[in-house]
């Protein structure tokens, strides 16, 4: 009994030329609800004159609003926010604003440099070095995150999920345009019954409108994947890289959006007949006669997959290292080297450089680390402002020339 038992759920044995010819289909196509899809059906009887009509201006208002989309990413979004003027613009700060006398904390005695890099919620200057450096800073990895650049390992997971998002879109134009293609060719017959219906045979006309269609489809999606993807490779802040990639998702499904709530009822009740039934999908294996299954595994799944690691890969080596090194060279022309000291030129036009301390307490533990820093002190201490000697401060001079060399580097 149980010989028995175990023969009857053996599974029978499939040939390969037998398999080939079961997946020759591919299951077919079922229609979508999508004004893409919607073009097969416009100028059919069945959907009205008015219907066609409304359809065929809905399908233009898709068109334009995606390529209005495209345009606003790619002109305002695909741009960099650092570049190598910013990095030069940072450093001008660097040496001229974020060390001088004038802009230093009189409470802390601590410099601009060091609030600024120290996240001091109190800065009265400096707002958008502070921001920068923050962007940056979460972006590349601080001391508080213990995963490696967090900002790049969540810019390529986007970056992929985006690519396998237009992929999809991408497979779907070509199964649906195959679909299509295959169909006899003669006078568009569309056979009704009250549950379903199915295309008997398009004409000539027809067929190549369709796939006229599909190619505009084709480019848009094409066009947004490459903005959408610089979109996302220039994008420092971290909160924002999700949202831009669902933001992007939303461009691409306009075309459902519109037939959902746009759409005329009886249009929507044919496609919805016509979504029951999947049109016949001839499998390009057959037509090329070659077998490019292998255990299972079949040529699409493997071409989309590898599509998708080359595009993130030419994204990464394109843009994404590029920019990864102008951060960093942003984030260390605000805060890299030494920060809590003060720059500025003597009346005998010698630079000075020195620590700020509370005015009387110059203390020996103090001079001893300037003269560690400078080597051979430069004069006495004096105080370079009034205000700053009102306010309690002193500034320690040092050798000229050991500060022309701190401070260039």
Known sequence: NEQKDASAIQIPEITATGANEAMDIEGGYCLSGSMW??????GISAVGHAGSVFSVLLLVLNVLVQIVFVMIIFFTLTEAVFTPETVTAFRGWRRNIAHSPRFADTISSMSLAARVC?????????????????KI???MGSSKNPLPQPGLIMCILCLFMWTLTVSGEINSM???????????????????????ARFLSISNRRCYFVVFIQMI???LSSVLLVCGALWLSYETDMSNLLLNAVALEFVLNVDELIFENLAPLQFKHVFGLCSTTALPLPSLLHQCRQDFRWRGLDVRTVTTFFSCVAFITAIYAGFMMPYDVILR????????????????????GL???GVLVPHGNTTAHVKNQIEVRGQTAYGSTMTLLA???????????????HSVMRSSS
């Open 118 to 134: 120290g996240n001091d919620a109190g800065l009265e200057v400096a707002a958008g070095q502070k921001d920068a450096y923050e």
């Open 174 to 196: 070509l199964r649906f345009s195959r679909a299509v293609i295959a169909l006899p060719r003669g006078n568009t017959v569309l056979e009704r019954t009250e549950e379903s």
């Open 329 to 348: 060279d942003t984030r260390h022309a605000i805060c890299g080297g030494e920060l809590d000291f003060l720059y500025a030129m003597g009346g005998a």
């Open 217 to 219: 489809r084709l480019a």
């Open 351 to 353: 630079p000075l450089w």
């Open 137 to 139: 800073d979460k972006y």
């Open 37 to 42: 899809d919607a073009t097969l059906l416009v």
């Open 387 to 401: 205000t700053q000697k009102r306010a309690g401060l002193k500034l320690l001079s040092l050798n000229a020339h």
